[in-house]
C-alpha cells in the first residue's frame, strides 16, 4: 500500500509554493466580506494559518481558491459570532448597572460624543468587573448577566443559597464602589488635561 502524499506539500515552503497563485483571490474576498483593510489583513492571515495547520485535510476535490475563501468565510462568521457575543453581554452589562445599580445614567448613544462616552463608560465597567475577587464576580455575572436565580446560582457553584445571595450583594457593592472610584479619577483627570 502505497502512502499518499499531502496535496500541499509536507513543508511550509511547499504550502506557500501552492498557495500563492491564489493569495490575491483570497485576499479580495477577505475584503468583500470585512470591508476594512485592517480587519481584511487580520482575516487573511488567519485564514491562511487555519490553511496551513489543517493543510492535510485538503483532499483537491474542491479548487485549492474555494477551500482557502470557505476557510476565510468560516473565520469570519465566527469571528462575527464572538463579536456579537461580546456585544449582547456588555450590553447586558449596561442594562443591569444603569438599572439594578444605578452607576451608569441612561444614554442615548445616537450622537457621537454620546456613543464614544457610553463605550467609555462600558470599559471601564469592564475593567471594574474583571478587578473583583472571582467568587463575588462570577455570581454577578450569573444573577445579573444571565439572570439566573440564586437556587440556580448555588447549585452551579456548589454553595448555599445564602452564600450565593451575600456574594451578589456584596460583589454589586464592590463593583458600584469600584465604577465609582474610577469614575471619580477619570473625572479629575479630565479636568486638570483641560487646565
Known amino acids: 500500500?502505497?502512502?499518499?502524499?499531502p496535496l500541499?506539500?509536507?513543508?511550509?515552503?511547499?504550502?506557500?509554493?501552492?498557495?500563492?497563485?491564489?493569495?490575491?483571490?483570497?485576499?479580495?474576498f477577505c475584503i468583500s466580506l470585512c470591508g476594512a483593510r485592517d480587519q481584511a489583513d487580520d482575516l487573511f492571515q488567519n485564514a491562511l494559518l487555519k490553511a496551513y495547520l489543517n493543510a492535510?485535510?485538503?483532499e483537491g476535490r474542491a479548487d485549492l481558491g474555494v477551500?482557502?475563501?470557505?476557510i476565510a468565510r468560516h473565520e469570519y462568521l465566527e469571528a462575527y459570532r464572538t463579536e456579537a457575543r461580546r456585544r449582547g453581554l456588555l450590553e447586558r452589562l449596561v442594562d443591569v448597572c444603569t438599572d439594578a445599580l444605578g452607576i451608569l445614567p441612561r444614554a442615548d448613544a445616537s450622537s457621537p460624543e454620546a456613543a464614544?462616552?457610553?463605550?467609555?463608560d462600558t470599559e471601564v465597567l469592564l475593567a471594574c468587573l474583571q478587578e473583583l475577587p472571582e467568587e463575588f464576580r462570577t455570581v454577578v455575572v450569573l444573577c445579573d448577566i444571565e439572570e439566573l436565580g440564586y437556587d440556580s446560582v448555588a447549585e452551579l457553584?456548589?454553595?448555599?443559597?445564602?452564600?450565593?445571595?451575600?456574594?451578589?450583594?456584596?460583589?454589586?457593592?464592590?463593583?458600584?464602589d469600584a465604577y465609582e472610584r474610577v469614575a471619580a479619577q477619570l473625572v479629575v483627570a479630565a479636568r486638570e488635561g483641560s487646565t
Open 67 to 70: 477551500w482557502l475563501c470557505g
Open 157 to 176: 457553584l456548589g454553595i448555599p443559597k445564602g452564600t450565593a445571595k451575600s456574594r451578589h450583594a456584596r460583589g454589586r457593592a464592590r463593583l458600584r
Open 116 to 120: 464614544a462616552i457610553l463605550s467609555q
Open 8 to 28: 500541499l506539500g509536507e513543508s511550509r515552503a511547499q504550502f506557500e509554493s501552492a498557495v500563492r497563485p491564489v493569495l490575491p483571490r483570497l485576499y479580495r
Open 56 to 58: 492535510a485535510s485538503f
Open 1 to 5: 500500500m502505497t502512502e499518499s502524499r
